[in-house]
T-cell receptor, first 109, second 114 residues
Framework: AQRVTQPEKLLSVFKGAPVELKCNYSYSGSPELFWYVQYSRQRLQLLLRHISRESIKGFTADLNKGETSFHLKKPFAQEEDSAMYYC???????????FGPGTRLSVLP | SAVISQKPSRDICQRGTSLTIQCQVDSQVTMMFWYRQQPGQSLTLIATANQGSEATYESGFVIDKFPISRPNLTFSTLTVSNMSPEDSSIYLCSGKGGGRSEQYFGPGTRLTVT
């Protein structure tokens, strides 16, 4: 069965500092990995997915199959990045979505 | 992309009653899902809404408690039956295209049971 873990429930950084939100997964096949973000009082929305290999709002994430990780990184955090971040995985067929427990990022001024 | 709307956005209900939540997608999607999200917690999948057939429920969720309909490719309903205070939560609808496409989420329905 697939599983997604996010070890940090809360992560606080100062504005301008680098940030890394950790995500590890377990899945025997070839997964599709996603990062979703939920800003205060807004709906859950896709931030990025590993197959697109693009940078959204300065965030990047690299799939490391050896370490089964998909950590989210940004070199210089901004206050508007404060939100709840969820790592998610789907199976080879795009089904069986599993969400991690989420990490609340707080960027301090 | 798909835009998903839900009705109602919030409701306060009495114990023992039922509430039906509607989910509308602005374009056809292959799959629709219903999630529950307790405040400050992650999403828990309730079921996959299947068009024209019974929904597929996850462990811990049953049809008698959470009946789901999906009459076409753009609409689904979730009913929370015989509610108790433990059912107080945010209920989210999502839609997804075929293959490895992303999920799009509705704004959620905040349910409070007194």
């Amino acid at each position: 069965a697939q599983r997604v873990t996010q070890p940090e429930k809360l992560l606080s950084v100062f504005k301008g500092a680098p940030v890394e939100l950790k995500c590890n997964y377990s899945y025997s096949g070839s997964p599709e990995l996603f990062w979703y973000v939920q800003y205060s009082r807004q709906r859950l929305q896709l931030l990025l997915r590993h197959i697109s290999r693009e940078s959204i709002k300065g965030f990047t994430a690299d799939l490391n199959k050896g370490e089964t990780s998909f950590h989210l990184k940004k070199p210089f955090a901004q206050e508007e990045d404060s939100a709840m971040y969820y790592c998610a995985l789907s199976d080879n067929y795009g089904q069986n979505f599993v969400f991690g427990p989420g990490t609340r990022l707080s960027v301090l001024p | 992309s798909a835009v998903i709307s839900q009705k109602p956005s919030r409701d306060i209900c009495q114990r023992g009653t039922s509430l039906t939540i509607q989910c509308q997608v602005d374009s056809q999607v292959t799959m629709m899902f219903w999630y529950r999200q307790q405040p400050g917690q992650s999403l828990t999948l309730i079921a996959t809404a299947n068009q024209g057939s019974e929904a597929t429920y996850e462990s811990g969720f049953v049809i008698d408690k959470f009946p789901i309909s999906r009459p076409n490719l753009t609409f689904s309903t979730l009913t929370v039956s015989n509610m108790s205070p433990e059912d107080s939560s945010i209920y989210l609808c999502s839609g997804k295209g075929g293959g490895r496409s992303e999920q799009y989420f509705g704004p959620g329905t905040r349910l409070t049971v007194t």
